[in-house]
């Protein structure tokens, strides 16, 4: 069991670094069509696909899968959501920020539904993650920022948060007594389906431009952000703990920076550098804390 966490781990590692080397082509798609435009047809494409493996591999048809399903959705939905519409009322560094402390709300929500125990190790691994995410984010803490911290930008990164927190621990539980494959569908075509009506409703319909930044942002967000992304998350959950998976996505806006570093020729500053650095830190204190005390046990 031991070496089968660690390996989860690992795999979770390569989603968070996937997960970050979407950021890049999906920015570049929305310089030609809408966020959830782009979003509907992401999500259209990975439901219908991941459908087909459903029927394909599934043992049976499972409607408590669809009800877990239809709730993961609507949290990873209001994720999104939160997180573009804080976009237009706060800079990105403080929404990167405030949205990336779910990795300090992750270990509150484990303990709320599975009264999981935390480790010191973990403590520590989340302070060092925390630290990480402000000089990654290129974050300033200011008198305005904390005057306006009850801002309509600062409000919706926080719901973000704590959206991705409740996926996390949501996911963890639903994985281990759901068909895994209709779960993942289930809650794409939620996603879907709440995409198009926000598009309709705020970007006038999902008429899409074809060109060339929207095709490489469909082929890597559905084939590897969503297929392989979010089974490898819902997989790895049942073998790992949801707060060690949280620490370990705050790698991706680590992956995220290197790839705009070496393909876009983004600039990364000293401190951003730091930062990344000392959440591959918190990464390995709590790997290796891990590994610690259950030899220790």
Not at 5 to 28: H, K, R, S, Y
Not at 60 to 84: E, P
Request: overall charge positive; proline content about 2%.
């Amino acid at each position: 069991m031991k070496n089968k966490e660690i390996l989860a781990d690992i795999a979770l590692i390569f989603t968070a670094i996937v997960w970050g080397a979407t950021f890049l082509p999906m920015g570049n798609a929305t310089l030609t069509n809408g966020v959830f435009t782009i979003l509907f047809y992401r999500f259209l494409a990975s439901f219908i696909i991941m459908s087909i493996i459903a029927f394909k591999f599934d043992k049976f048809f499972d409607k408590n899968s669809l009800k877990s399903g239809l709730l993961l959705g609507s949290v990873l939905f209001i994720g999104f959501a939160s997180q573009t519409f804080a976009l237009k009322f706060s800079p990105t560094s403080s929404v990167a920020f405030i949205s990336g402390l779910n990795v300090a709300i992750v270990p509150f929500v484990a303990y709320l539904f599975l009264r999981s125990k935390i480790s010191k190790y973990a403590y520590i691994g989340i302070l060092f993650g925390c630290v990480g995410l402000y000089f990654l984010s290129s974050f300033k803490f200011s008198m305005q920022f904390l005057q306006s911290f009850a801002g309509m930008g600062n409000t919706l990164s926080l719901i973000c948060a704590f959206a991705w927190a409740f996926h996390i621990v949501l996911t963890s539980i639903f994985a281990k007594k759901c068909e895994i494959f209709t779960l993942i569908a289930t809650q794409f075509g939620v996603v879907c389906v709440f995409s198009a009506i926000f598009a309709f409703g705020f970007e006038g319909g999902v008429s899409v431009n074809l060109d060339d930044k929207f095709y490489l942002a469909m082929v890597i967000s559905v084939l590897f952000a969503s297929i392989f992304g979010f089974i490898m998350q819902a997989k790895m959950l049942t073998l790992t703990t949801p707060i060690k998976a949280a620490l370990i996505f705050t790698l991706e806006p680590v992956s995220a920076g290197i790839l705009g570093y070496f393909v876009a020729k983004e600039t990364l500053s000293t401190l951003q550098i730091l930062g990344a650095f000392i959440i591959l830190i918190g990464v390995l204190i709590s790997e290796i804390g891990t590994i610690k005390e259950k030899a220790n046990r």
